[in-house]
T-cell receptor
Framework: DSGVTQTPKHLITATGQRVTLRCSPRSGDLSVYWYQQSLDQGLQFLIQYYNGEERAKGNILERFSAQQFPDLHSELNLSSLELGDSALYFC?????????????FGPGTRLTVL | GQQVMQIPQYQHVQEGEDFTTYCNSSTTLSNIQWYKQRPGGHPVFLIQLVKSGEVKKQKRLTFQFGEAKKNSSLHITATQTTDVGTYFCADSGGSNYKLTFGKGTLLTVNP
């Protein structure tokens, strides 16, 4: 158990819909990272927040957005969902903002878009 | 942007055989992290390599960072069924805050 929690574990929805994925970092960690894992693309970095502020952006679509709240939990919002958005979404946390830090991954949310 | 190539994509071995996965980049890597993801699980940090030519060992696992910092390898001696999973390398790139992952090597072990 990494100490990072993600909800829900599974999500099944239809094209065009909007969903919110939630992540609570390990106690004391200030950074939250979001990743998308699909079979053909591997683990893709989406976005990082550090202490409430956006720190780095990766290959995140405009239909996706995220935020980190004062209690440091984070939400990833996916809208106008397409079939290709079906994937595992992982959240990870670390204490510092640097990419050199060990990142602790949560169990993931499996999103299926029908 | 930075790309990290990982080979092989798949490797199937008999229990007791050795296994190696390689991570390569056309540009200098900043630091290399290695992660393991069990089937149905999430990536778990194994180790970080920082220095050119660095070699680190964890029991049956040996991690190396190339002299030019353009490649890295993970070698498992005498594989066991518990070694099954996907092994990822990731570059924790310079001034960036993100990890750039290789596509991983899926290791399966026949008992």
């Amino acid at each position: 158990d990494s100490g990072v929690t993600q909800t829900p574990k599974h999500l099944i929805t239809a094209t065009g819909q909007r969903v919110t994925l939630r992540c609570s970092p390990r106690s004391g960690d200030l950074s939250v990272y979001w990743y998308q894992q699909s079979l053909d693309q591997g683990l893709q970095f989406l976005i990082q927040y550090y202490n409430g502020e956006e720190r780095a952006k990766g290959n995140i679509l405009e239909r996706f957005s995220a935020q980190q709240f004062p209690d440091l939990h984070s939400e990833l919002n996916l809208s106008s969902l397409e079939l290709g958005d079906s994937a595992l979404y992982f959240c990870a946390s670390s204490y510092w903002a640097s990419g050199r830090d060990t990142q602790y991954f949560g169990p993931g949310t499996r999103l299926t878009v029908l | 942007g930075q790309q990290v190539m990982q080979i092989p994509q798949y490797q199937h071995v008999q229990e007791g055989e050795d296994f190696t996965t390689y991570c390569n980049s056309s540009t200098t890597l900043s630091n290399i992290q290695w992660y393991k993801q069990r089937p149905g699980g999430h990536p778990v940090f194994l180790i970080q390599l920082v220095k050119s030519g660095e070699v680190k060992k964890q029991k049956r696992l040996t991690f190396q960072f190339g002299e030019a910092k353009k490649n890295s390898s993970l070698h498992i001696t005498a594989t066991q069924t518990t070694d099954v999973g996907t092994y990822f390398c990731a570059d924790s790139g310079g001034s960036n805050y993100k990890l750039t992952f290789g596509k991983g090597t899926l290791l399966t072990v026949n008992p």
